[in-house]
């Protein structure tokens, strides 16, 4: 039998913080991904897409 999941601690002090800074910067834009990384993603992304499944089919 699986054992339950404990609840999720809550965040204080320097790690609340830093937590609550780091999603302002993210909802202002400030850590986006490169166009060149985007490509790579994208060009990773489609050559998984292309390999056969396991029916055989791409």
């Given at each position: 039998m699986?054992?339950?999941i404990k609840d999720t601690p809550t965040?204080?002090?320097?790690?609340a913080r830093r937590f609550l800074k780091r999603m302002m910067e993210v909802d202002r834009g400030k850590h986006r991904v490169s166009p060149e990384e985007l490509a790579r993603i994208k060009e990773s992304y489609n050559k998984l897409n292309s390999l056969p499944g396991p029916d055989g089919k791409p």
């Open positions: 699986a054992r339950p965040l204080k002090g320097r790690d």
